[in-house]
């Protein structure tokens, strides 16, 4: 399925006990309509508050399921807050996550004197003028394979890797205050996109210079960044499949398409 979700009144893509979440309230639609259990996979699990226009889901189900059918029934059940945009089948090989190779995040920042209450719950309203010449030159050193230890949540496992590809970083002011910064990598450690918007910003407000930006990821430690952006800016924009030997219907690619209730 390729889902798009208002992340605002969720704790998170990832389901857990006593709170709502989107997955919680995927597989409650999904197991009603089946009459049987679900186990979800997902292409990227989002924070609280975080949205997605293009975040695809895997699960096993029936061969006779009716497509058309459970899309509309989804839709009835789930809206306005998660839509289903897309269901068709996938081969037995195809997993979310494991088939991804590339992910697409946008983060949205209103940068204007006065607040505007409808891009409030997708945007991140800073007063401070930034000066976008300066946060795409420190973007320019994001991209290639990097640890990115300075902006990552440390996991509980002190091996793991933050070792991460990326492919894509880019600001791009859209007018009227408008800015909106694009990344795209293999794969994202947690909170990695928010600490680099943050950290982009002070560069912008001039907290801080584009030249540190290098040795902000050579330090590999957390303390060396700029703060965390808000969750709300933040969204799951889409999610890409190579060649890999896996077969889906449809082409995720499609979710590049202008998104209605954002920018």
Same mark, same amino acid.
């Given at each position: ?32 309509? *089946?009459?049987?259990? %679900?186990?979800?996979?997902? &292409?990227? /699990? +989002?924070?609280?508050? $975080?949205?997605?226009?293009?975040? =695809? ?52 920042? *209103?940068?204007?004197? %006065?607040?505007?209450?409808? &891009?409030? /719950? +997708?945007?991140?309203? $800073?007063?401070?003028?930034?000066? =976008? ?61 928010? &600490? ?68």
């Amino acid at each position: 399925m390729l889902v798009a979700y208002d992340g605002s009144g969720f704790h998170g893509f990832a389901a857990q006990p006593g709170v709502t979440t989107v997955a919680g309230a995927l597989s409650g639609a999904l197991e009603r309509y *089946l009459r049987h259990t %679900v186990d979800l996979t997902c &292409a990227g /699990r +989002t924070d609280t508050g $975080v949205h997605a226009w293009g975040q =695809v889901v895997s699960f096993a189900a029936r061969e006779d399921v009716d497509l058309d059918r459970l899309h509309r029934a989804l839709n009835k059940t789930l809206r306005p807050s998660i839509v289903i945009r897309d269901v068709a089948p996938a081969g037995d090989d195809f997993d979310a996550r494991r088939s991804a190779t590339a992910r697409v995040y946008r983060y949205n920042i *209103l940068n204007t004197r %006065v607040a505007d209450p409808f &891009a409030a /719950r +997708t945007a991140w309203h $800073v007063t401070r003028p930034l000066d =976008v010449a300066a946060m795409r030159l420190a973007s320019d050193p994001l991209i290639g394979e990097h640890d990115f230890a300075s902006f990552c949540r440390r996991p509980p496992d002190p091996e793991a890797s933050l070792v991460r590809v990326v492919a894509d970083a880019r600001w791009r002011d859209l007018g009227d205050g408008r800015l909106r910064f694009e990344i795209e990598a293999s794969s994202f450690c947690h909170q990695m996109v928010r &600490a680099l918007v943050g950290t982009l910003v002070e560069v912008g407000a001039g907290a801080k210079k584009a030249g540190e930006m290098t040795a902000i990821l050579n330090a590999r430690s957390r303390s060396a960044a700029g703060q965390l952006a808000p969750p709300h800016g933040l969204c799951l924009w889409e999610v890409r499949y190579g060649a890999q030997g896996t077969s889906v219907a449809w082409w995720p690619a499609a979710s590049s398409a202008a998104m209605t209730s954002a920018w």
